[in-house]
């Protein structure tokens, strides 16, 4: 099952993401990986992500870092996945900001050929996504080309996700067709 959780800053997304993706692991006994997309540009990022991934091995996640290009990842056993892509937002800038920069099309499509071959590796895929739409500020043509290919790639996971939710103060709104 291919699952989006999508909300703003603060919303408790991923506190949401992360009880159904363990919740989906005791239902069918598969493994739980959690794919962490953020780089580490400082040290403040690097104690971020270290304070994450020990929250995330006490709920037995096993953390896998993905910066770019996630269909290309291979999981180390056969048996059932659960994977968390966290997050959508992230793994887009890592990969429209990227040197040499890619075509902005091209980056659409294999962006989501990729999220696709990784959602065929796993049991059930969980997704999470910024709103980063909301905040009525005009933002340079970059960033707002940015903010149109995440939307673009919102909408076209929405479509092919069993699931859909929007978070809003910790609270999941399951999103109908």
Request: with cysteine; proline share 5%.
């Given at each position: 099952?291919?699952?989006?959780v999508?909300?703003?800053s ?10 159904l993706?363990v919740?989906?692991?005791?239902e069918?006994s598969?493994?739980l990986?959690?794919i962490a ?8 990022c ?31 056993d ?8 966290e997050?959508?937002?992230?793994l887009?800038a890592?990969?429209?900001f ?12 294999r962006?989501?050929s990729d ?14 996504s910024?709103n980063?739409?909301?905040d ?12 149109k ?9 929405a479509?092919?996700?069993?699931q859909v939710?929007?978070i809003t ?6 999103m109908?067709?």
């Open positions: 099952m291919l699952i989006l999508y909300g703003g603060g919303s408790g997304k991923s506190e949401f993401a992360e009880q993706a919740r989906l692991s005791k069918c598969g493994a990986y959690y997309t953020m780089k580490p540009w400082d040290q403040e690097l104690e971020r992500i270290e304070k994450h991934r020990e929250m995330r091995a006490e709920k037995h996640f096993h953390t896998i870092e993905c910066y770019e290009r996630p269909g290309r990842i291979a999981f180390p056969p048996e059932k996945k659960i994977a968390l892509l997050c959508l937002s992230n887009t890592n990969e429209m990227a040197e040499p920069r890619p075509e902005l099309p091209a980056l659409e499509d962006l989501f999220l696709m071959a990784l959602y065929q590796k796993t049991e059930h895929l969980v997704i999470v910024n980063i739409f909301e009525g500020i005009e933002y340079d043509q970059e960033t707002a080309a940015y903010q290919l995440l939307g673009r790639l919102n909408q076209k996971i479509n092919e996700a069993e939710y929007e103060a910790g609270i999941g709104i399951a109908a067709r």
